[in-house]
């Protein structure tokens, strides 16, 4: 069936350094992807919405130049946290909607820890 | 404005026991889908059912079952004879219109313990 890997599943990195994470459709095209966050204990909330050659669209309170996104094709959005401090730390996790189905597919989640 | 509400934050059991997680929504779309996803401590979603607005009938699949009810939107998990790998945090979410290309709105999930 239909997969999205995410990359990488852990990571931690220094205060004030930037990190990347790769969402990847890996046997379908990815018209629409999406970015959650959940911190502790907490539902998953949107982070953003990117579609595949165009700019991604942020939800209400998320810094767009902290989290960059990046859909330059059908199979990979990446999600870059940028300047990272210990407030960042979190659960990110894509959804990738397959197209013509429409049909929602989740990545296995980072685990993002900032020290 | 879409919105998922799941009032039961935390719930305990005994093995063995049945539990039901309830899930209430709002839209104002006629065609939306509604889902459950099961989290365990590891953080991936694993994927439960997928519900489309104009399937009311309910749906059973080993010990777990849904009852969707648009009279009172409401879409709830019951899980029969729980067991101790049934631990998790259960999500229930709602997507709209799903050809506008929205994302999943989550409740706010119910941890489910079943202690042995």
């Known amino acids: 069936g239909a997969v999205v890997s995410q990359h990488p599943s852990w990571v931690i990195c220094k205060s004030g350094t930037s990190v990347k994470i790769e969402c990847r459709s890996l046997d379908f095209q990815a018209t629409t992807m999406f970015w959650y966050r959940q911190f502790p204990k907490q539902s998953l909330m949107l982070m953003a919405t990117s579609n595949e050659g165009s700019k991604a669209t942020y939800e209400q309170g998320v810094e767009k130049d902290k989290f960059l996104i990046n859909h330059a094709s059908l199979t990979l959005s990446t999600l870059t946290v940028t300047s990272a401090h210990p407030e960042d730390s979190s659960f990110y996790i894509c959804?990738?909607?397959?197209?013509?189905?429409?049909?929602?597919?989740f990545g296995e989640g980072s685990w993002l820890t900032v020290v | 404005a879409q919105k998922v509400t799941q009032a039961q934050t935390e719930i305990s059991v005994v093995e063995k026991e049945d539990v039901t997680l309830d899930c209430v929504y709002e839209?104002?779309?006629?065609?939306?889908?509604l889902f459950w996803y099961k989290q365990p401590p590891s953080g991936e979603l694993v994927f439960l059912i997928r519900r489309n607005s104009f399937d009311e009938q309910n749906e059973i699949s080993g010990r777990y079952s849904w009852n969707f009810q648009k009279s009172t939107s409401s879409f709830n998990f019951t899980i029969t004879a729980s067991q101790v790998v049934d631990s998790a945090v259960y999500f229930c979410a709602l997507s709209e219109a799903p050809w506008r290309n929205t994302p999943l709105v989550f409740g706010k999930g119910t941890r489910l313990s079943v202690i042995a």
């Open positions: 839209t104002r779309d006629t065609t939306y889908y």
């Open positions: 959804s990738a909607r397959a197209a013509p189905t429409n049909t929602i597919y």
